[in-house]
């Protein structure tokens, strides 16, 4: 039996034995990342590991900022931010904080880190690789190449996303995970999570390719709640990502049963009138479904009974402007979801359609298109498109208790982005700015709980050239048994 093939605990108990592993670690031993191959094969021997131990939670003072809290405190220019072994102790002006390590964020916008709210992380392997013809598209391509994916390809998929997050200022990424083949699929993506240090939702879902009248494996799905959310540190939190009403072995039983096990529900509904079902949503909403641990995916074909029953519940919906309208599905609406009084929060959904996850681009499609659609500059705000992407984000997935604002008494989720770059300089309005003129490339910092993970634009514990390196190795393999 390979190492991908055994349980959490057996894994991390035989890598206690190598000598091989930190407090939240991956192995670093000689080929365990590799997979091109299938995963009862011989491990290459030339491989090492893509992560680093994680940096320690410290005491930190950001001194200078003008900080963006996302709260009902507002902007303060020329501020300061105390973090304190992960949560923030205070924000204002003139702290003191004596022995806390000074960090210079003068010219810096500092605000929280970006909250995504549904992402297929696992098919960034698949990267920009949706083609041009039916054949080729999205859906074909991500069950073919799917279900043959290995344990350790999920692992890849899920860090690469990883990695592309922290460096792009998201902080919570939701990993809305469609290719549960195995346990070992399922845990190697959860491993990744967790050694990437990010602040995650791993939402369990179903094999690609599973027909739809058969159920997800419920055991395992129970079995995954106990072994990997039950007493960790809070950083990640479980989910089920749903098949809706068109899917008679998933609706309404896997519904039911997750909803006893106090799992939040993640669903694509109303997706596109080519795939017809406008009345899903007013479906879920009949049958007691709805509510704030429900989250609409989507939603495009909405109709007006279907938000206000939305708005009624507490439910809230994810959009991701990019790949809709990439894949031909059509226009968010997000102007009508806020206009019915309904959480919107935003995306990035998958890298094979989407190329990147950059959430200052999606933000900026956002506002691009919903005042384009309204014909009118001042439809949608950059302040408001920025709330979706920190604390409505936050709030969406039901942990802005403790992220998506600046405020004293939360973690440290906080990210800060450089003002005197060519591309965003000088200071105008800072919301603007975040929204119109930002991109990865001017974040400087990466906090999340308490963790620099970004320093000075460096990932500090992912090591990136290995992480593509790895991918690329791996991708060869995928799309070999494939024979795509």
Known sequence: ??????????????????????SLGF??????????????????PDVRSVTGPLPRRGEY????????????????????????NGEIIAVGKGLRAPG????????????????????????????SMSGDIQAKGYFPLSEALGKVFTPGDMYLGAMLSSAE????????????????????????????????????????????????????????????????????????????????????????????????????ISVHANITKKFGNETEIETFYKDGFLGP??????????PPAAIEAMAKTGTSVSLSPYTEMRIGFGFPQTGAFLAGGVLVTLSVDTA???????????????????????????????????????IDGAKGMGIADKVGSIVAGKRADIIMVRTGDINI?????????????????????????GRILKRKGKLTAIRPDQVVRESAVALAGVRKRANW
């Open 1 to 22: 039996m390979t190492i991908f093939q055994s349980s959490r605990r057996d894994f991390l108990g035989r890598a206690g034995q190598l000598g091989a592993v930190t």
């Open 27 to 44: 192995v670093a031993q000689a080929g365990l990342l590799s997979n091109a191959m299938a995963a009862d094969k011989p491990l290459r």
């Open 61 to 84: 003072l950001i001194r200078g900022a003008y900080v963006l809290t996302m709260d009902k405190a507002g902007d303060m220019p020329d501020a300061d931010v105390h973090v304190k």
């Open 100 to 127: 806390a390590e000074t960090i210079d964020a003068r010219g810096m916008l500092v605000m929280p880190g970006m909250v995504e709210t549904h992402w297929h992380m696992w098919n960034t392997l698949l990267r």
């Open 165 to 264: 997050a922290i460096n792009s200022g998201i902080t919570t990424v939701h990993d809305w995970c469609h290719n549960t083949n195995s346990p070992a699929h399922v845990d190697q993506d959860i491993l990744a999570l967790q050694n990437s240090g990010i602040r995650a939702r791993f939402s369990y879902g179903y094999p690609q390719g599973l027909a739809r009248d058969k159920s997800v494996d419920l055991q395992d799905l129970s079995r995954v709640k106990q072994q990997w959310f039950t007493g960790n540190d809070g950083l990640l939190t479980m989910g089920y990502a749903a098949r809706g009403t068109r899917y008679p072995g998933a609706y309404p039983s896997e519904w039911e049963a997750v909803r006893r096990m106090g799992l939040p």
């Open 293 to 302: 641990d429900v989250q609409v995916i989507h939603a495009l074909t909405a």
């Open 352 to 390: 094979a359609l989407s190329g990147n996850a950059d959430m200052f681009g999606v933000m900026k499609a956002t506002l691009n298109v919903e005042n384009g659609r309204a014909e009118s500059e001042f439809k949608l705000t950059a302040r408001k498109v920025l709330e979706m992407a920190t």
């Open 425 to 449: 300089g000088p200071m105008t309005d800072a919301a603007h700015l975040l929204v119109e003129a930002a991109q990865p490339s001017n974040v400087d910092l990466v906090m999340v709980d």
